[in-house]
């Protein structure tokens, strides 16, 4: 048994392993299936300031090794999360990050002053790369000026471990790393899912009721891979590794390209046990290969 | 509970032009599921079929732990399905939605319509009866006469008539008249001569208005068994959304069944 625990800057993981916002509900969707205090950390669905009733049907579509979706930040908004949600949550044996979105600088920072109020909630990662929504999230996140306004909006109203979400929709994702890094982020997640399409041949149509959706799944791995290689090469705070992981051998890439910890996503539709399957799996590579601690391997691919 | 189990085939039959019937049983303890729950069933994983597909349960003996599916060939997952084979495994997460009314729901709904015993009348469309024939035997089970009336396009669309016929009355339409009256269920004269205290409807979404919209002008309690493009099944990505009078909620989890008053169709 390898030593697993890991840190996010000021917040330490049991293990690396956490489950991506969006993918996970709120962890008690997945308990019939795994022990939730055995993830090191569980990042739940993206909450607004305000309820978002999303995008109309169809949100889905099938793709090759992966898949599309254009929910458009779906929730009851951050009032009905700290009264409804918020006490169902507050007691799994792991961490809650709430994921935060908005349409606004202000939206953002007060979105994320009413969760820092949460005790029990130690971290929020900052969506700023939504693809799915027309009035802010990817807008954001698209340059270094609109992502360093929202982050420095958000660090003044929130004191705890600051992760923000970056999209792979841009030319120089390295760039908007360290623009947030300047702001005070803590950390930087990435990837968001890749903006793509699909078509309906037969009906001669888009597939997807706003056109567009986020491309997620084993087939976005090797870009957010090398995006994960490039920003933790070139910036001084942790980095959070997500995009298409699905066994201990995907997330072992993403620690060895920099990361120190990783977010399972999409996997988590196929095998609702995957995430705790991948914790098992790091542990007996790391024994097999005669490695005391995950952090061994953090970075060490050139 | 909901669990992942990996079932073996014991058998794959034929079914119809282009649907077949795959009995699988269950290695141990078969999770407990009612009529109009579904599963989700991992085809290969390979590049085309990444995600599961949800499937209705179309019979289940949870103490024998047998459990059957009828899949329509339609696309490239259920085309795999067919060509499983006795004896290989088939991975399934379930039990997953809730179910049709159970039988308080029932007895209600015929309390309301004046008359002392249910009177359900179940129609199904096309591959839309899988769930009626587990939910007809669970009637019956428990004393209550299902009535089915089932449609499709043509006679070799029209599915498992003669496992339906050996649980309740069958009335049957076809679109091109090659079996039953010609026409729409709507159409069926049965729904002249006869009251009904509930109807319980899985087809076509156009084949379920038009139901819910004769259920509604007649003021019989109805509800609808939907099938949403879903890719999690748990509630969890919010893709299988269906709009009704409390906002846009997941087909997987508040559904797959749903009273025709809660739908904003009308």
Known sequence: MADLTTSIGALGLRNPVMTASGTFGYGIEYQDFIRLEDLGGIIVKGTTLRPREGNDYPRMAETPSGMLNCVGLQNKGVDYFCSEIYPKIRDIGTHMIVNVSGSSPEDYAECAARIDALERIPAIELNISCPNVRDGGMAFGVTCEGAASVVRAVRKAYRKTLIVKLSPNVTDIVAIARAVEDEGADAVSLINTLMGTAIDIERRCRKLSIGTGGLSGPCVKPVALRMVWQVAHAVGIPVVGLGGISSATDAIEFLMAGASAVEIGTANFLDPAVSVKVVRGIDAWLDAHGCASVRDIIGVAE | ?266
């Open chain 2, 1 to 266: 509970m909901k669990s992942i189990v990996d079932f073996r085939v014991k058998e794959v039959s034929p079914c119809g032009d282009r649907a077949v019937l795959l009995r699988l049983s269950a290695p141990g303890a078969m999770p407990e599921c009612v009529p109009g729950q579904f599963v989700q069933v991992r085809v290969d994983g390979s590049r085309d079929t990444f995600l599961r597909r949800p499937i209705s349960i179309h019979w289940a003996d949870t103490a024998a732990g047998e459990l059957w599916l009828l899949v329509q060939l339609v696309g490239e997952g259920t085309r795999r399905l067919g060509q499983l084979r006795a004896g290989d495994s088939l991975n399934l997460v379930m039990p997953l939605g809730n179910g049709f009314s159970g039988l308080d729901a029932l007895r209600a709904a015929a309390a309301a319509a004046g008359v002392s015993e249910p009177k359900p009348l179940l129609v199904g469309g096309g591959v839309g009866v899988a769930p009626l024939y587990y939910y007809g035997a669970w009637l019956k089970a428990r004393g209550v006469e299902p009535t089915f009336l089932l449609g499709a396009r043509s006679k070799g669309l029209l599915l498992q008539l003669e496992a339906f016929e050996a649980v309740g009355r069958v009335f049957v339409t076809t679109e091109d008249g090659s079996l039953g009256e010609r026409g729409f269920v709507t159409q069926h004269s049965v729904l002249q001569r006869e009251r009904f205290t509930g109807i319980h409807v899985c087809g076509p979404a156009p084949m379920m208005k038009a139901v819910a919209s004769y259920a509604g002008a007649e003021g019989i309690a109805c509800e609808v068994s939907l099938e949403n493009m879903m890719a999690c099944g748990l509630g969890a990505c919010l893709c299988c959304v269906e709009k009704t009078v409390r906002g846009n909620v997941c087909v997987c989890k508040e559904g797959p069944v749903f009273n025709i008053n809660e739908l904003t169709w009308n």
